[in-house]
């Protein structure tokens, strides 16, 4: 489970999330909860949180699957030095190191297509001041798909190349892949039952997986699950502007 592999993950502040769980009142549930108990199958309803079916102007997405995840956080050790005095071929610069990293990560990214998304989504730098070369940086990475052995090929690809380009420069490199979530498929009765739904209603939807991960990737694997999806728009979400427009809601809704 994802908690499981997440025991050791630390805060910025030091502090193992497990501990910080516990100080919070949780612990891991060890047995099957007894509230599954007479459930037979699961349907989760969701914005989008994306721009999909906005932009193909359909109304209900019905969710095939959702993505395996990857992610990571690397780290990087140069040598912090004068930014007037250094020669740039005596350098071991970590941000020169981060930017080919993420220009040739993104090129194959791109190249290998939908659904593969890649993403570097935070760095930290140090000693992050204007004239000096960046001895250290720490940064993230994160990588999703809906077939679990690409996933696997694509990122380990992403490790070697980041080893190769960290060497080529003289820096250090420490990659640390703290979560590993293999892709769930959606039952494909509840998928069909959905289908024939929306067909029967004249509804306007499409297929899609899932980009984020959800509820339903831990009850599937107990129950059959499906999920539904209602557009968002201009795809925002986890922010004061994501908003669903009120008719796709009550289109849902009154067919459910």
Known sequence: MLIRQSINIESIDGIRFVDAMHQCGFDFQETKDSLMDGIKQ???LHIEQGNTLEMECKSVGVISGIVGQKRYNIQ???EANHAG???M???HDVIQVYAQIVTESIAKAKAAGDPLVLTFGKINVKPNTVNVVPGEALFTMDCRHTDKEFLQSFTKEIENDMKRIAEAHGVEIDIDCWMDEEPVPMAEEMIEIIKAS???QKLNYRVLH???GHDS???AKYVPTGMIFVPSIKGISHNPSE???LEDLQRLLLYC
Do not use: H, P
């Open 76 to 78: 990087l050790k140069g």
């Open 243 to 245: 908003a669903t427009k």
């Open 210 to 212: 899932s980009g984020a």
């Open 89 to 91: 071929k005596y350098r």
């Open 198 to 200: 929306c067909e029967e």
């Open 42 to 44: 699961f349907v989760e």
């Open 217 to 219: 990737q831990i009850i």
């Open 85 to 87: 005095t250094t020669l």
